[in-house]
Nanobody, 123 residues
């Protein structure tokens, strides 16, 4: 059974950076598309960035393109989300999920979800 574990959230000032990590227990992440999603209070969950398992294809939400980078370290079975130039609007609980690449960053494609890590951007 694949279990997803996120880490790296926290409080950061506007303009700052954070790196989120997504690991697993039980099964390696190599064979799954991995997505980072977020949900802010009162808002629907949205796909932030996703990474395929096969050819390295990526998806970025327009609101984060150019600021966030998703990458995979297969040796460590870990996927990272590097977030730069953070804005207060990026404040949310961030979730890592594993699934299929069929519709990139569509949450219906993802079967395994972590518990989430809080990211707060505030001065």
């Amino acid at each position: 059974q694949l279990q997803i574990v996120e880490s790296g959230g926290g409080l950061v000032q506007p303009g700052g950076s954070l790196r989120l990590s997504c690991g697993s227990s039980g099964v390696r992440l190599d064979y799954y598309a991995i997505g980072w999603f977020r949900q802010a209070p009162g808002k629907e969950r949205e796909g932030v960035s996703c990474l395929s398992s096969s050819d390295g294809s990526t998806y970025y939400a327009p609101s984060v393109k150019g600021r966030f980078t998703i990458s995979r370290d297969n040796a460590k079975s870990t996927v990272y989300l590097i977030m730069n130039s953070l804005e207060p609007e990026d404040t949310a609980v961030y979730y890592c999920a594993a699934g299929n690449w069929g519709r990139p960053c569509h949450d219906d494609e993802y079967d395994y979800w972590g518990q989430g890590t809080q990211v707060t951007v505030s001065s």
